[in-house]
């Protein structure tokens, strides 16, 4: 992970190819489907805490936490983070938008994969694993799971 490569993806690897890349603070999530958040830290202890939810996690750096849930209901929930953890804290906000299926596949359907990512960035002749401008809206990779980091 470095930033010409926010997600740590190895570019060699083929199997890494469809990964699809959402570099966002904007999370979509799927009406009744359950979904597995995998929370890292790269710098210090956060929380991410979804009021809504009734559920939070720590982030801890060096370590991988996690939590299931299956979103109910459709709409936008804040996403907060729930340790003081530096002055940026006041910022780290986001915003969950739990959608029905169609919805969330059109939304999955205009985001780039890891290979679309490094062919564009080919042709402009840019790092090859750092996302472009039309990902760039906060951090995450979507392949399944949803996570953020
Ligand atoms: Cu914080």
Redesign the pocket.
């Known amino acids: 992970m470095t930033p010409d490569n926010p997600f740590g993806i190895n570019p060699r690897d083929p199997h890494g190819r469809d990964d699809i890349l959402v570099e966002t603070n904007e999370l979509h999530m799927p009406l009744g489907k359950p979904v597995k958040m995998v929370l890292r830290s790269k710098d210090v202890l956060?929380?991410f805490y979804v009021p809504e939810f009734r559920a939070k996690m720590d982030l801890v750096p060096g370590i991988v936490t996690y939590f299931w849930m299956t979103p109910t209901r459709t709409g936008k929930f804040d996403i907060l983070?729930?340790?003081?953890?530096?002055v940026?804290?006041h910022e780290?906000r986001g915003t969950v938008i739990v959608e029905e299926q169609p919805a969330f596949d059109a939304w999955l359907a205009e985001q780039m994969t890891f290979g679309q990512v490094m062919a564009q960035n080919e042709a402009a002749g840019a790092p090859p694993a750092r996302p472009g401008r039309r990902n760039v809206r906060g951090r995450g990779t979507l392949n399944g799971d949803s996570h953020l980091s």
């Open positions: 956060h929380d983070c729930a340790e003081l953890c530096g940026g804290h780290m």
